[in-house]
């Protein structure tokens, strides 16, 4: 059965011009765009100061109509990983063969984990779907070096990392922004 749909996976707080990067490259794919947004329980901190639906809306702003969903992490990667499953076959699709995940492994997403009873260390979170045999479509890191870390700290030196709509919409939080 052919691909249908591409999965991307972040916290996207906010939501940059790197994430665009990967849904441009989904849509050029010839492929329906899913965007699975991570931590969803955690908002109104310095690392995650943007509560899930503000997060929804900034992908809408420059994706109207994409597909956005969003869910907690936890400290078990089983459960997490049975959550991301299961918003996919029952919000995308029940064929998970018409599913590739898009990624790129940064340097800092290397940690220790336990998946499935079996410890990996120094791997990274990626090898889930390696284990699973989930297909996934690994992306070289855009020229864009961009990190939302960054741009929390630094909103106006680092807002051309952003879509002006996001943008305005941060700096305003002005939900009835026209697309």
């Known amino acids: 059965m052919p691909l249908k ?12 011009l790197g994430h665009q990067h990967i849904i441009d490259k989904i849509i050029a794919d010839g492929l329906e765009p899913i965007v699975i947004l991570g931590s969803a329980q955690e908002f109104g901190t310095n690392k995650n100061p943007y509560h899930p ?29 049975y959550k991301l499953i299961s918003t996919i076959t029952l919000c995308v699709t029940d064929n998970l063969d018409e599913v590739t ?23 990274y979170y990626s090898k889930l779907y390696k284990v699973d045999g989930m297909y996934t479509t690994k992306l070289q890191l855009s020229d864009i070096q961009v990190r939302a870390k960054l741009i929390r700290e630094d909103l106006e030196g680092n807002k051309h990392f952003l879509h002006p709509k ?8 002005d939900y009835n922004a026209h697309s």
């Open 5 to 16: 749909y591409g999965v991307i996976l972040g916290r996207m707080q906010p939501m940059h």
């Open 166 to 173: 996001v943008y305005d919409f941060i700096t305003t939080k």
């Open 101 to 123: 995940i898009y990624l790129h492994d940064k340097l800092e997403d290397l940690q220790n984990f336990t998946f499935r009873g079996v410890d990996y260390t120094n791997e």
């Open 53 to 81: 639906l503000e997060r929804i809306h900034m992908v809408q702003l420059v994706y109207p109509g994409i597909k956005v969903f969003a869910i907690d992490d936890c400290d078990c990667w089983d459960e997490w990983y």
